[in-house]
């Protein structure tokens, strides 16, 4: 008699219309990789205390139904977007055939010597007697920026295949040929330079779906495990699925997976797949761990051994009194971005800003070839002061907790990929 195999285990999924109801059978589905599951319904016995019955023990009685369940995914290019939808709601995408752009904002002038990088090449900025590579620092950031798009409009090379307008204190480069390409001219910056970038990246040549965190809504989704080894097969459906919470932990090497803490109203067991035998099936492209960066308000973060991040919606479950011992839904609460950087001491740049209890923007992020990528940009990131222990001859590694508190999204996810929409 065959037995399930992990191996052979398939995860469909599909977005209810009404909360607690699977969609009907079709390309609604969509077929998910996974690496892991441990979704399904658990239901706890009581121990029975009637007395007076002798000493042999009754029935027990069943308990409420609980369905809270840990899904582990690889972080691919496509099917990372329907999480992302059920994490933070529906995305804003931009169509392909948009053309790649993106800004620098200069919040004060820049300091002499500071530089920023476009498409890999550094200009930097002097106080007088540009040469070069080099731009004059204005009388006001206008005038510097307005010095800035002069010199870029004649530059030739890599910096000639993007135009450059000046307004006020923000440079905006868009690329001249629309497309997909343009998606991987980089954006840097040295920290004394007092700018933002738009990303590390120039966006909008392709498909790029903005994800935002703080929706009032989120939906709900339909989610089955099946079991198709089996002479009869099982497929297990979870309906009312909340995703909760997302956490990424990222290293210098290894595979790159995505975990999300779900949470079901109930089960469903049957023998055959709700979603039908043919549901939808986004190719899996998996972004490569090697090829992650983090940066700090635009600038790549050095000597970082591991990072993690962790968002939540902190959903409340309704815990309703219903005769299915089952919940009425889950609201969310308020957000929690948080996270942590492990670094070797190598400067003060972490230390500055939790000495001087100075916000952040972080940027975590991984690239595919020909511009595809997917950002988590958390905003409004603020460090605890952290111990810098030497425990032997090594090198000393210090750990910097991330605690967010915005006034806009703390967490913006930007995906940029060729599937038209979420």
Known sequence: M?????????????????????????????????????????????????????????????????????????????????????????????????????????TAQPAAASTITINGVTITFVTSGATGAQVNIGASVTATVAALQTYLAAATGALATQNYAASGAVLTITAKTAGTTANSVALAATATANVTLSAPTLLGGGNTHVFTSGATLLPSLSMEIGYP???????????????????????????????????????????????????SVLSALRFAMATGYVNLNGTALGALVDAEFMYANNMAKLEVIRNDGRIGGADPGVVTMEGTLKVRFQDQTLLNYAQNQTAATINFGWVIGNGQSVDFQINGAYFPKAKRPVTGPGGVEVSFPIKTGSSGNSLVVTLKNDVVGY
């Open 229 to 279: 080894d089996l002479t009869t097969p099982v497929w297990g459906t979870n309906y009312g699925c909340l995703v909760n919470k997302l956490s990424v932990k990222m290293q210098r090497g290894g595979l790159l997976s995505a975990d999300f803490d779900v949470i079901g109203q109930g089960e469903t067991i049957t023998n055959v797949p709700a979603a039908g035998v043919s549901p």
């Open 2 to 106: 065959p037995r399930a195999q992990g191996a052979n285990a398939l995860l469909n999924a599909a977005f209810e219309s009404t909360y607690g109801t699977p969609p009907a059978s079709g390309a609604n589905w969509f077929r998910i990789p996974f690496r892991s599951s441990d979704m399904g319904e658990t239901q706890n016995t009581l121990e029975n205390d009637i007395l007076g019955l002798g000493r042999d023990a009754q029935a027990p009685i069943f308990d409420i139904v609980d369905n809270l369940g840990k899904v582990s995914v690889p972080l691919d290019l496509r099917n990372i977007g329907l999480w992302l939808k059920g994490l933070l709601a529906q995305p804003i995408t931009t169509a392909a055939t948009g053309t790649a752009s993106g800004t620098i904002i200069f």
